[in-house]
Each structure stands twice: as C-alpha cells, then as structure tokens.
C-alpha cells in the first residue's frame, strides 16, 4: 500500500467524500487520553489526529507510526516535535517500554483477518494490563437500508483505495471481535446515524484467573 502521491491531498479526498465526519470520530474520545502517561497512534495518515492529541494533552508522551513517506511528511508539519513519528510497517518497528493508550483510526480495515489478528497480539504485548485502545473505523450495518448503503459505501472505497494505493485488501475485517477476543472491551460508543462510521472506547480488563 502506497499513499505518498495523494498524502498533500487526502484531506481533500476525505473532505469531499465525508465532510468533517471523520475527523468527529477521531477526536470524539480525545478525553481517554486523560491521566495517560504515554500513547501509540498506529496509522495516523497526514497527522490531524496527532496535533489534536498534542495540543490537547502537551503532557502526554506520543509515538506514532506511519508507513507512507508522503504522510510522514505531512504529519510532521502539523504536529511538529511534539510527536515523535516513525516511518516503517509496524509489524517491524521495534516497540519499547509499554504504552498505556493506542489509537487506530481507520486503520484496522486495511488488513485482512489473519494480519489483523498477527497486528493485534504484537501490539498488544508494548499494552499495559489496564490499557485503553480507541478505534475509529467504517462497520458494515446488518439490517435494513442501511445495509445497503454501507456494503456499497465499503465496496467504492475499497476500489478507490485498491486503485490508488495498491491496498489489497477487499473486505472489512471483524476487528471488534478481534479486539474483544484480546481483552479489549467497549466502555463507549458513537455509531454515526447512517451505521457507516463507528468510534469505540475500549479497556483492557485484567486476567483474574
């Protein structure tokens, strides 16, 4: 997958396509950040998301993870040295220390369901036990019209990013329940009115066995 030609312009791809709905998402649970020592943003994209953390918590200590030279770029304009970003795949990148907080906004669906569940258990080893891992990403409704409009909605930007990147992934996959299955339970939700766009709040819960 390769974004580096339209990274200065995903904005306005984004902007055309959605308005300012993602963005919405991405910053809806800003406040899990609260009381959190140290952060992971995988995928971050042109680096919105980072800045808004940032400037809101200048406190809390953020690494991110980028695999697109072109986003890299574009997310160190707009978040400067306040987060330290890492170009590289992150099955690959070496991860230190443990984190206490992760962000994924629109990133889990660019893996099918064998990477994602390899993406989830590295990760979650650099997690502390108590962690809380915030998702923003697209969900297929199950019933009614909606139904309908979402399957079409992930079929075109399926074909849009295959083309445009070379992302090979086809389908969304069921990352709640890979994430669930990783001890990572939702504690709050905001599903927009059309079912096509979910951000999730979810905890860690502690092994008492």
Same mark, same amino acid.
């Given at each position: ?74 997310? +160190?304009?707009? $978040?400067?040295?306040?987060?330290? &970003? /890492?170009?590289?795949? =992150?099955?690959?990148?070496? !991860?230190?220390? @443990? ?77 709640? +329940?890979?994430? $669930?299955?990783?001890?990572?339970? &939702? /504690?709050?939700?905001? =599903?927009?009115?059309?079912? !096509?766009?979910? @951000? ?10």
């Amino acid at each position: 997958m390769n974004c580096n030609w339209i990274a200065p312009w995903y904005w306005l791809f984004e902007r055309a396509a959605f308005g300012g709905r993602l963005q919405r998402h991405r910053v809806c649970f800003l406040d899990a950040a609260e009381g959190k020592r140290r952060a992971l943003i995988l995928g971050d994209g042109d680096g919105r998301f980072s800045q808004a953390l940032s400037l809101s918590y200048p406190d809390l200590e953020i690494d991110s993870i980028e695999l697109s030279a072109g986003m890299v770029a574009e997310a +160190r304009k707009r $978040a400067g040295t306040r987060v330290q &970003i /890492t170009q590289g795949d =992150v099955m690959r990148v070496s !991860l230190s220390g @443990s984190y206490d907080l992760i962000f994924t906004h629109f990133f889990l669906d660019c893996f099918d369901a064998e990477s994602l569940e390899e993406l989830v258990t590295c990760v979650s080893e650099v997690l502390t036990p108590d962690a809380s891992w915030v998702v923003s990403d697209f969900r297929q409704a199950r019933t009614g019209w909606r139904k309908v409009y979402t399957s079409a909605w992930l079929s075109v930007m399926y074909l849009f990013f295959g083309l445009a990147t070379g992302l090979k992934t086809r389908r969304l996959p069921d990352y709640e +329940r890979v994430l $669930a299955a990783a001890g990572f339970m &939702i /504690t709050r939700e905001k =599903v927009s009115a059309d079912g !096509l766009i979910v @951000s999730q709040w979810r905890r860690r819960q502690r092994c008492t066995g």
